[in-house]
Structures are given as structure tokens and as C-alpha cells.
T-cell receptor
């Protein structure tokens, strides 16, 4: 019930194209959905996050779309650039009273080609 | 800049030889987490501290322990590293218990090699 499913596992996009990564969850108690970007040899960095009472959030070229009834959310990267090549993890969290415990998706390795 | 710092960045140890990894933070966050991340996998939570309260994940092996002497520092001790413990170890912190800003900030990680 704590699982977050993420697809695709890997993605190749041409420069300037749109990258789309999808996630789905089962646990309706999740109440915060962050996306993390991780470059090789680095720690994950928060990219963008959304609350379940919002259907869409946009920050620059990055947009999260959230469908509460379907229990799905997705990351769209517009005008993808080679510098966006990284691994992207969706995550979901429930505040437990002792810190928030992140449940990560399995990750998507994005490569943006010239 | 406020940040999460991990030392060392790379650690090589021998099979069975105890090792300690260090994490410090200047964010003054009250929660600190330790994750294990193996190649091409998502980070896996080992345990976390909420202030001084230690919270162990049910599937974290006894071989892994942690200490938090003060707000700024947290240590990960691996008592008898096995070959399967070779991984990236990530420290993260989060702040006040506001669910909408309770974001985890990750350090750069320590890459552990076990020979």
C-alpha cells in the first residue's frame, strides 16, 4: 500500500521536446508529492512539489499534473535541454508526527539528445 | 550557504571493519534521515531522528546504527560491513512539522566501497 509506481524506467528525448514521467500511488493518506532530480554521484535535489488539493503546478519549464481521483501524477519538462539529463524520482509522503517519510518511485533515467 | 554536508565523500573499508559516516547541517532542521541508495535504485530509508528521538525502519539490519549528538550532526555506524553494504549513503534533513513545507534536503552522499 506504500508503493509508488513510476514509468518509464528510461526516456530519451530530443532537445526542445517534452519529457513526461508518470507516477501512480495507492495510499490515499499521502498528502505531499515532491519530485527529485539526481545527477550521477550527487544527492537528490528537490525539483518541484504539489499538494493533493491542487491539480497543476508550474515552475519554469517544469510542471506537475495531479489527478487525485485517479491517484496519478506526472512531471512534464518543456523544452527539454541536455542539462536536464538526470534521474528523476517521484515521491509521496505522509506526515507521521515524527518527520515525513518519503516513499520513492523507482526512478526514470532521462537523456536529452542534441 | 546553508546546506547538508557529508564526510567523507568516498569511503573504502574492508569486509567486517567498522566504518562511520558523518553528516552535518547548517539548516537547523530538527529531523535528520539516513538513506541507502544502490545503483539504479531509489533511496531506501534506514532510520531518522526527530530531535533526539530515534526511529528505525523495520527492515534496517542491526548492523546499521546511528548517533545524533546534537542538532547539527548525525553519524551512521556500520558495525561489520559486508559486500552487500556497498552503496551510496545519503543524509537528509527536514524542518518544522508543516506538511506543506516539510521538504527533505539531501546531502551529496558518501560512496562506500567494501573490499
Amino acid at each position: 500500500q506504500q508503493q509508488v509506481k513510476q514509468s518509464p524506467q528510461s526516456l530519451i528525448v530530443q532537445k526542445g521536446g517534452i519529457s513526461i514521467i508518470n507516477c501512480a500511488y495507492e495510499n490515499t493518506a499521502f498528502d505531499y508529492f515532491p519530485w527529485y532530480q539526481q545527477f550521477p554521484g550527487k544527492g537528490p535535489a528537490l525539483l518541484i512539489a504539489i499538494r493533493p488539493d491542487v491539480s497543476e503546478k508550474k515552475e519554469g519549464r517544469f510542471t506537475i499534473s495531479f489527478n487525485k481521483s485517479a491517484k496519478q501524477f506526472s512531471l512534464h519538462i518543456m523544452d527539454s535541454q541536455p542539462g536536464d539529463s538526470a534521474t528523476y524520482f517521484c515521491a509521496a509522503t505522509v506526515v507521521t508526527g515524527g518527520g515525513n517519510k518519503l516513499t520513492f518511485g523507482t526512478g526514470t533515467q532521462l537523456k536529452v539528445e542534441l | 550557504d546553508a546546506m547538508v554536508i557529508q564526510n567523507p565523500r568516498y569511503q573504502v573499508t574492508q569486509f567486517g571493519k567498522p566504518v562511520t559516516l558523518s553528516c552535518s547541517q547548517t539548516l537547523n532542521h530538527n529531523v535528520m534521515y539516513w538513506y541507502q541508495q544502490k545503483s539504479s535504485q531509489a533511496p531506501k530509508l534506514l532510520f531518522h531522528y526527530y530531535d533526539k528521538d530515534f526511529n528505525n525502519e523495520a527492515d534496517t539490519p542491526d548492523n546499521f546504527q546511528s548517533r545524533r549528538p546534537n542538532t547539527s550532526f548525525c553519524f551512521l555506524d556500520i558495525r561489520s560491513p559486508g559486500l552487500g553494504d556497498a552503496a551510496m549513503y545519503l543524509c537528509a534533513t527536514s524542518g518544522p512539522r508543516d506538511r506543506y513545507t516539510d521538504t527533505q534536503y539531501f546531502g551529496p552522499g558518501t560512496r562506500l566501497t567494501v573490499l
